[in-house]
């Protein structure tokens, strides 16, 4: 197995369009991604696929995002685990960007989200 088949980003989503875009920018770098929806399980499946960084779009549902948020940062499986919000808010407006590892204002462009998960998620894109 290479390098980069080995890291897994999970997508926490309410939105078909950015679980879509962010599907391929994670694809086009080799890496694996796991799709959440918004109301499922997330810390189990953060649990079960040890991602390197879990991608969390709370513009549809932001209590929800808030939710699965907290929980993720409470259990201890999963807390440290690197998150990153995209929203169209402004990350200082946006509470989420507040609680979470890392930020990126809408529209996400492929050199924001590379450089992102370098940052963020301490391992190199490809």
């Known amino acids: ?17 950015f679980i879509y875009l962010m599907r391929y920018y994670i694809k086009t770098i080799g ?32 209590s929800a995002s808030q939710d699965v ?21 402004e990350g200082n407006a946006n509470r989420l960007a507040q609680e979470a590892d890392g930020y990126l204002q809408k529209p996400v462009s492929y050199e924001e989200f590379l450089a992102v998960l370098e940052d963020v998620a301490y391992i190199s894109a490809v």
């Open 69 to 89: 948020l907290g929980a993720l940062k409470a259990d201890r499986s999963t807390c440290d685990i690197p998150v990153l919000v995209c929203s169209w808010q």
């Open 31 to 62: 890496y694996r991604a796991v799709v959440a929806p918004i109301d499922g399980d997330v810390v189990t499946l953060a649990v079960q696929n040890r991602p390197a960084m879990i991608v969390l779009d709370p513009d549809i549902l932001e």
């Open 1 to 17: 197995m290479s390098e980069t088949e080995a890291y897994t980003v999970l997508i926490v989503w309410s939105d078909a369009q």
